[in-house]
């Protein structure tokens, strides 16, 4: 499955993004789908997951209350939406997809579509 996120821009500290990830052959709805952000210098890092059905949700503790994965209603495209955006969320940020929420979590970079680079100024 070859992935694509996209939304990514910048903002300032306290503002919101919308990611989203698409497939191209349009069957995200057949996986479940995670999110994940490489800093500059940083180990890349687990963001979000959602199951298939888009009801099991997964979290990183950086991002809960913050942060919200969802689907729109085909499931093809799968939404990061995030709110009060902080400086450490500099990232660029890539998406993946997988049989299951406990299997995407455990994809690598190379699993990975290409990301999107999201910037917070303070």
């Known amino acids: 499955v070859q992935l694509q996120a996209s939304g990514g821009g910048w903002v300032q500290t306290g503002g919101s993004l919308r990611l989203s990830c698409t497939s191209t052959?349009?069957?995200?709805?057949?996986?479940?789908v995670g999110w994940f952000r490489q800093a500059p210098g940083e180990a890349t890092e687990f963001v979000a997951a959602?199951?298939?059905?888009?009801?099991?949700?997964d979290y990183a503790d950086s991002v809960k209350g913050r942060f919200t994965i969802s689907r729109d209603n085909s499931g093809n495209t799968v939404f990061l939406h995030m709110n009060n955006l902080k400086p450490d969320d500099t990232a660029v940020y890539y998406c993946?997809?997988?049989?299951?929420?406990?299997?995407?979590?455990?994809?690598?970079?190379?699993?990975w579509g290409q990301g999107t680079q999201v910037t917070v100024s303070s």
């Open positions: 959602t199951g298939r059905l888009g009801i099991s949700t």
């Open positions: 052959a349009s069957t995200l709805n057949r996986f479940a």
């Open positions: 993946a997809a997988a049989s299951t929420l406990v299997v995407v979590r455990a994809t690598t970079r190379q699993n």
